[in-house]
């Protein structure tokens, strides 16, 4: 692993990626490609941290890109930037490229920075843990002929939670998955978060218009009390803002339009348990519950007065 964290960011406009090697040289071994083509070559003899690629792109978009990354070098972290506020593209950062953040163009540079900074401790802790733990998680598409039905889940301790108000929706996907799981269901935030505190919840299901709230960040709270647990977000009303904001604050693993496809909602959940048991091998999230334990706290307890606290400025939920 080299000394320098490793960049490599994508864009055909040329001023842009001489731009971005200036701002971060100091700091960072900084490769730079035209195309994804080009980004691809360098991928194969260089061991990225994290890559950063512009969505619009002749030959192949951004999307397209950091999709293949993500099934050749999973340990790679992805970053999208654009000009654009795409749907499409935003749709397929997340459920595609499996994006770790998505930033606007022309970005902030503190922000930019801040941004490559945490991808890069992703990336590298990543690295450290796919080294020690067999990598039982990363079969992520069923084999050739074969379909997730009749494949073996994750189905042990954690369990699917589907916060939706809207009754029909909530039991539809309920119905879906109770041969996979432990599933269970909440009509509001409350009661989800009430769930939250007394179960192991391995992956959260929720509507991202649930009571006129601002979802992400009631997604935000849970990804710092319990990174462990994975987010599907789904709405009837995709909105680029929305998304944009669920990926960047809520930190969703997957995002689904309503009426939901049952193969392809199948698919995103059960990708979401497997990255939930992933995370749970990682020694930071082990540290982070020690941690809380150590300090005389129930977990459970500390992660609903977390949850509290920092909701009750747009909800009630005390």
Do not use: C
């Amino acid at each position: 692993m080299s000394q320098k964290p490793v960049l490599l960011f994508v864009d055909d406009e040329e001023r842009i990626v001489k731009l971005l090697k200036i701002m971060f040289r100091a700091e960072y071994e900084v490769h730079t490609a035209l195309s994804g083509a080009d980004a691809l070559a360098i991928m194969e003899t260089v061991d990225v941290d994290v890559i950063a690629s512009d969505q619009r792109m002749p030959n192949m978009t951004g999307i397209e890109l950091l999709s293949q990354v993500r099934e050749r070098w999973p340990s790679t972290v992805r970053v999208l930037l654009t000009g654009y506020s795409d749907l499409v593209a935003i749709i397929g950062a997340v459920n595609e490229g499996e994006v770790f953040r998505f930033l606007n163009k022309p970005w902030n540079q503190q922000e930019l920075r801040s941004v490559i900074t945490e991808a890069v401790d992703v990336a590298r802790g990543q690295r450290k843990l796919e080294s020690a733990i067999p990598p039982v998680w990363q079969a992520a598409e069923p084999p050739a002929g074969d379909s997730f039905d009749s494949q073996p889940q994750f189905s042990i301790g954690s369990q699917l939670l589907a916060i939706d108000g809207v009754e029909s929706d909530r039991q539809s996907v309920l119905e879906m998955f109770t041969r996979d799981y432990n599933v269970r269901g909440a009509a509001s935030i409350r009661e989800g978060l009430e769930i939250v505190r007394q179960e192991q919840i391995g992956v959260i299901v929720i509507n991202a218009e649930l009571e006129g709230t601002d979802v992400s960040e009631l997604l935000a709270q849970i990804a710092d009390s319990d990174p462990a647990i994975t987010v599907v977000a789904m709405t009837a009303n995709p909105n680029s803002d929305t998304i944009i904001k669920l990926i960047n604050r809520g930190k969703i693993y997957r995002f689904a339009i309503k009426p939901l496809s049952p193969n392809l909602f199948r698919l995103a959940v059960n990708t979401a348990m497997r990255e939930h048991h992933r995370r749970l091998a990682d020694p930071r999230v082990i540290r982070r519950r020690m941690q809380r334990g150590a300090e005389g706290e129930d977990p459970d307890n500390a992660i609903y007065e977390s949850f509290v606290q920092g909701l009750s400025r747009f909800t009630k939920v005390d």
